[in-house]
Nanobody, 115 residues
Framework: QVQLVESGGGLVQPGGSLRLSCTAS????????MGWYRQAPGKQRELVAT???????TYADSVKGRFTCSRNNAKNTVYLQMNSLKPEDTAVYYC?????????WGQGTQVTVSA
């Protein structure tokens, strides 16, 4: 079993920045992909960014150029640097980790962008 613990959410003004972190612990075999998803009220959960073991990264079009996803494999940690935040970025952000045949979710961290 793998546990994911997120941190770094909060309230920020439009144009501001936040950095999210997520660390995996437990019975880790090999995590192939780590990443971030978000869910706004009344909407479906959507992909924000994912990063593979080879450091190839996929971003949602809505965050390209503003968000940066990175990973420290030695620490089983994934980061999401969020710059130029907009009110529409407000959501609960969830960390996700994918091993062969099984995926894991964190508990979520709230990000609110408001003046």
């Amino acid at each position: 079993q793998v546990q994911l613990v997120e941190s770094g959410g909060g309230l920020v003004q439009p144009g501001g920045s936040l950095r999210l972190s997520c660390t995996a612990s437990g019975s880790i075999f090999r995590i192939d992909v780590m990443g971030w998803y978000r869910q706004a009220p009344g909407k479906q959960r959507e992909l924000v960014a994912t990063i593979r073991n080879d450091n190839s990264i996929t971003y949602a079009d809505s965050v390209k150029g503003r968000f940066t996803c990175s990973r420290n494999n030695a620490k089983n940690t994934v980061y999401l640097q969020m710059n130029s935040l907009k009110p529409e970025d407000t959501a609960v952000y969830y960390c996700h980790a994918q091993e062969v045949g099984r995926g894991y979710w964190g508990q979520g961290t709230q990000v609110t962008v408001s003046a």
